[in-house]
T-cell receptor
Framework: GAVVSQHPSRVICKSGTSVKIECRSL??????MFWYRQFPKQSLMLMAT?????????EQGVEKDKFLINHASLTLSTLTVTSAHPEDSSFYIC????????????FGPGTRLTVT | GQQLNQSPQSMFIQEGEDVSMNCTSS?????WLWYKQDPGEGPVLLIA?????ELTSNGRLTAQFGITRKDSFLNISASIPSDVGIYFC????????????FGQGTELSVKP
């Protein structure tokens, strides 16, 4: 149980384009999902909290117009990186909270984004 | 804000040795979690701790929630090559909406 998937696992895009990353909870419903960014050899940096049916809550310093988050269903949250730049290249990971276990997060396998 | 200090940053050990790593916080947590991350993958939850003083095992892994609620440790006994990876501690408090604060990670290397 508590399986989270992400798609795509890797994506290469050109500067100025937008790219969408999907995060799905496969065997449970997740009212809350989280999006993280991770640089090489560093810890996870929380970008935003995604709540089903409402606007995402962004962490300080994260541009909400650049990183669009949509949590339209109980099993799917999407992160869209708009007008991507090379500095947006990173490893993006989502996680989901399991119902009944509000303090545990289960992570997806991550998406490697490269902007050329 | 809350900060987590995780140590050591890296460890190089021989297969079969025991390993210990720990995290300390500037403020109290009500939950401590330990994750392992393999290269190019997302973190996998190893152990969750909910009560001060709690000692929990998962196979060769044992973790404890410190009595002061400001620290936690993870022990790995009889390490094997597949234990290689980065281990993260994470903590949260009741009023944080489930948001986790992560330690900097401990990179474990195991020499066969």
């Amino acid at each position: 149980g508590a399986v989270v998937s992400q798609h795509p696992s890797r994506v290469i895009c050109k500067s100025g384009t937008s790219v969408k990353i999907e995060c799905r909870s496969l065997d449970f419903q997740a009212t809350t999902m989280f999006w993280y960014r991770q640089f090489p050899k560093q810890s996870l940096m929380l970008m935003a909290t995604s709540n089903e049916g409402s606007k995402a809550t962004y962490e300080q310093g994260v541009e909400k117009d650049k990183f669009l988050i949509n949590h339209a269903s109980l099993t799917l949250s999407t992160l869209t990186v708009t007008s991507a730049h090379p500095e947006d290249s990173s490893f993006y990971i989502c996680s989901a909270k399991l119902p009944g276990r509000p303090y545990e997060q289960y992570f997806g396998p991550g998406t490697r984004l490269t902007v050329t | 804000g809350q900060q987590l200090n995780q140590s050591p940053q890296s460890m190089f050990i021989q297969e079969g040795e025991d390993v210990s790593m720990n995290c300390t916080s500037s403020s109290i947590f009500n939950t401590w979690l330990w994750y392992k991350q393999d290269p190019g993958e997302g973190p996998v939850l190893l152990i969750a701790l909910y009560k001060a003083g709690e000692l929990t095992s998962n196979g060769r892994l044992t973790a404890q929630f410190g009595i002061t609620r400001k620290d936690s440790f993870l022990n790995i006994s009889a390490s094997i090559p597949s234990d290689v990876g980065i281990y993260f501690c994470a903590g949260t408090f009741y009023n944080q909406g489930g948001k986790l604060i992560f330690g900097q990670g401990t990179e474990l290397s195991v020499k066969p």
